[in-house]
């Protein structure tokens, strides 16, 4: 199982510490981080250069922030907020090129800033992954039919969203948000697609994500790092540590 962090703020020195301490996958985080499309034009080729495989959870599940990501290279897009799998079906199309999607063919450096042959569309649907969102109790209930579609390559939980959105408030790893994850885990499982979810500093969620065989988790996230980083030293300043 690969591990991930969330990019919150735009730092290629955190990117830079956090490739240097294993981990595999940056999730650049642009719907509750301060990240726009001039960092993710930066950052995103940055990575990728450093060995991270960078995904985007784009701002909303909308055409221009789904092709603004894979035009400037992302590996994939997670999309937040998917409602059911109506939704899923239109906004997933977003990242997939025709006849598969309705991705729109744009001019960049995926392209290597020249022309391409008739294999591009095809080669780059392959290459980039596109992940809804399970957060919604909608998208939780249509989850089966959300993976079986052409244009979706996993499922992405989100532990928080999905436990308000269910009544539980931020529940993320009893028994009854366990149920929830695996159904969601399950339904990738069962349509051959991936699986991902938060939580891998968690010893419950990371056992949880090794049984249903998880492509990946996030482990943390930039500022989280700081956090713990400055309390660690501020107690060992202290004579605490």
């Known amino acids: 199982m690969r591990l991930a962090f969330w990019l919150i703020a735009d730092s290629q020195v955190a990117c830079e510490i956090a490739a240097r301490c294993g981990y595999d996958i940056v999730l650049l985080d642009l719907e509750h981080g301060v990240l726009d499309i001039n960092a993710l034009d930066r950052l995103v080729p940055f990575c990728r250069a450093i060995g991270l495989t960078v995904y985007a959870r784009v701002a909303a599940a909308e055409r221009v922030p789904v092709q603004h990501a894979l035009d400037v290279g992302a590996d994939g897009v997670i999309l937040p907020q998917?409602?059911?799998?109506?939704?899923?079906?239109?906004?997933?199309?977003?990242?997939?090129?025709?006849?598969?999607?309705?991705?729109?063919?744009?001019?960049?450096?995926?392209?290597?800033?020249?022309?391409?042959?008739?294999?591009?569309?095809?080669?780059?649907?392959?290459?980039?992954?596109?992940?809804?969102?399970?957060?919604?109790?909608?998208?939780?209930?249509?989850?089966?039919?959300?993976?079986?579609?052409?244009?979706?390559?996993?499922?992405?939980?989100?532990?928080?969203?999905?436990?308000?959105?269910?009544?539980?408030?931020?529940?993320?790893?009893?028994?009854?948000?366990?149920?929830?994850?695996?159904k969601a885990a399950d339904a990738a499982n069962k349509a051959g697609k991936r699986f991902a979810t938060t939580g891998a500093e968690n010893p419950v969620a990371r056992a949880f994500g090794e049984e249903v065989g998880a492509d990946f988790m996030s482990a943390g996230d930039d500022l989280s790092a700081l956090v713990i980083g400055f309390e660690g030293l501020m107690a060992m300043a202290r004579g605490n540590g």
């Open 82 to 182: 998917i409602q059911n799998v109506e939704h899923a079906r239109e906004v997933t199309a977003y990242a997939k090129y025709p006849p598969v999607g309705t991705r729109g063919m744009g001019f960049s450096r995926i392209q290597g800033y020249a022309g391409v042959g008739d294999d591009f569309a095809p080669s780059e649907d392959k290459r980039t992954l596109c992940f809804p969102m399970i957060e919604t109790p909608g998208a939780l209930a249509d989850c089966e039919a959300i993976a079986g579609l052409d244009t979706v390559d996993g499922l992405f939980v989100g532990p928080s969203d999905l436990g308000m959105t269910r009544g539980r408030g931020q529940d993320q790893w009893s028994q009854q948000g366990i149920d929830d994850i695996r």
